[in-house]
């Protein structure tokens, strides 16, 4: 797995919060963006709170505006959030200092707008 | 075991699955009072090199759904560079005529995919729940879970 540093992520993220997301056209990058703004609170938060994490890490953070729960399953987090939020949106993030990234070898030939 | 014996379409190990929302999802639209929406059948292709699970933002929209997380995700498509993507919580279910395995709650990252004539691939994530052999000879697949 190659692992992101936090000011990297934190990078990405800021360029998605500005618009564009790689993986799709003009019209669907406009639907996504308005998604992620949904969740730009809750990112910050993550961040923000990240730090005082370490003793966490492996465990899921349930955040919605300033609050952040920790939970020990994605799960659990998920069950939490619906409860305690219902349909309001909330993130649920697994704890890590340096973001884990996905791969995916699959998703060839698709324009990168970032 | 029950186990799933199929061909390898030209387009790779393809499979139609259910996706629906997810269970803590489903308590939350009835506690509100409002419906929940019927599972997609969905046509999908195990893939060994995701890490994660993804599905076409057509899916996500039809089924209503907000993100409730974000991934860091690396494909070609991005020369290297990594890019973030929603994702959602869903559930699964790998149908068999007489046991079928429902996961109530997966993370799926969001991708375009239906360009490639599929909606969601699955990944090793969901792959964790199964035994898949491969026989490229016989251009067959199985899928026990």
């Known amino acids: ?114 | 075991m029950p186990h799933l014996a199929l061909q390898v379409a030209p387009g790779g190990p393809l499979i139609d699955v259910l996706i629906g929302v997810s269970k803590a999802r489903q308590l939350a639209l009835t506690q509100a009072g409002q419906s929940v929406p019927s599972s997609l059948q969905v046509r999908a292709l195990i893939d060994t090199g995701a890490s994660c699970s993804c599905i076409d933002p057509s899916i996500p929209k039809a089924l209503g759904l907000a993100p409730t997380g974000i991934v860091t995700m690396l494909t070609p498509s991005t020369g290297g560079q990594p890019h973030t993507a929603n994702q959602y919580d869903v559930s699964l279910v790998l149908r068999h005529p007489n046991l079928s395995l429902t996961l109530w709650t997966v993370a799926m990252a969001e991708s375009q995919l239906l360009m490639q004539g599929i909606q969601a691939l699955i990944g090793r994530d969901v792959l964790t729940n199964c035994l898949l052999v491969y026989d490229g000879q016989v251009g067959s697949f199985t899928l026990a879970f």
């Not at chain 1, 998605?16 to 609170?41: D, I």
């Not at chain 1, 020990?72 to 704890?95: N, R």
């Open chain 1, 1 to 114: 797995m190659q692992r992101l540093s936090l000011q990297q992520y934190g990078t990405e993220i800021a360029r998605c919060h500005q618009g564009w997301v790689c993986g799709g056209g003009a019209a669907v990058n406009m639907t996504r963006r308005e998604v992620l703004m949904a969740l730009e609170k809750e990112v910050e938060t993550y961040q923000k709170k990240l730090p005082d994490l370490k003793a966490e890490e492996g465990k899921y953070a349930l955040v919605h505006g300033e609050n952040l729960d920790i939970f020990g399953t994605y799960e659990d987090a998920l069950s939490a959030g619906y409860q305690k939020y219902k349909l309001e949106p909330f993130l649920v993030k697994k704890i890590q200092a340096v973001e884990q990234v996905q791969f995916v070898t699959r998703l060839l030939g698709l324009p990168c707008h970032t």
